[in-house]
């Protein structure tokens, strides 16, 4: 059985710094990888997706790694700002119907 | 370009009563999902329907019954409430399948407490 780890649970940085988030998962047999945003009272908001055959994305300040063999995902965040204060979370997709999530990393940016 | 549209955002039912939770998308998808989601748990898959007239059972169905007489509606229903099922649900929609690596977009979420 699919399982999803998020490490930290939580997470208080000052502004500016870069920091990483990191996810893990228990079987390599997925066909992608999404990273959701979630503020509080609101829905999800997917981040980046990276299907199995490719090793990272990126979009801004947000960057994305998959290595699937070792079951590892990181999401790395650059200079980050007050407003980057959510909760992340990761999924894997295992079939075209049922994502797989993590129970996510709650992050707050001091200012 | 309202997305994917969850009513009532909060409500409480007392135990053994029924409701439905709405879900609605505006954006032609086949591909819609029920999720609920606990303290300290990851979202977990309730039910899912992969087109007009097709549901079928995810990871945590019992107590629910979806159905999807047209594309934009995916009405959820709690047939009698129990305490366990208090927790936040969240509709999902994608136009095809989630291997397929297009965007899938959440409703807000519907908060349920049930006393």
């Known amino acids: 059985k699919q399982e999803v780890t998020q490490i930290p649970a939580a997470l208080s940085v000052p502004e500016g710094e870069n920091l990483v988030l990191n996810c893990s998962f228990t079987?390599?047999?997925?066909?992608?990888l999404q990273w959701f945003r979630q503020d509080p009272g609101k829905g999800l908001t997917s981040l980046l997706l990276?299907?199995?055959?490719?090793r990272e994305q990126t979009s801004g300040r947000l960057n994305a790694s998959l290595d699937k063999s070792s079951g590892r995902s990181t999401l790395y965040i650059a200079a980050s700002q007050p407003g980057d204060s959510a909760t992340y979370l990761c999924a894997v997709c295992h079939s075209s119907y049922k994502l797989i999530f993590g129970s996510g990393t709650r992050l707050l940016v001091r200012p | 370009n309202a997305g994917v549209t969850q009513t009532p955002k909060f409500q409480v039912l007392k135990t053994g009563q029924s409701m439905t939770l709405q879900c609605a998308q505006d954006?032609?998808?086949?591909?819609m999902s029920w999720y609920r989601q606990d303290p300290g748990m990851g979202l977990r898959l309730i039910h899912y329907?992969?087109?007009?007239?097709?549901?079928d059972q995810g990871e945590v169905p019992n107590g629910y019954n979806v159905s999807r007489s047209t594309t934009e509606d995916f009405p959820l229903r709690l047939l009698s409430a129990a305490p366990s099922q208090t927790s936040v649900y969240f509709c999902?929609?994608?136009?095809?399948?989630?291997?397929?690596?297009?965007?899938?977009?959440f409703g807000e979420g519907s908060w349920l407490t049930v006393v």
């Open positions: 329907s992969v087109g007009a007239g097709i549901t």
């Open positions: 990276i299907q199995s055959s490719q």
């Open positions: 999902a929609s994608t136009p095809t399948g989630a291997t397929s690596g297009n965007t899938i977009y």
């Open positions: 079987d390599s047999a997925i066909y992608n």
């Open positions: 954006m032609n998808h086949e591909y």
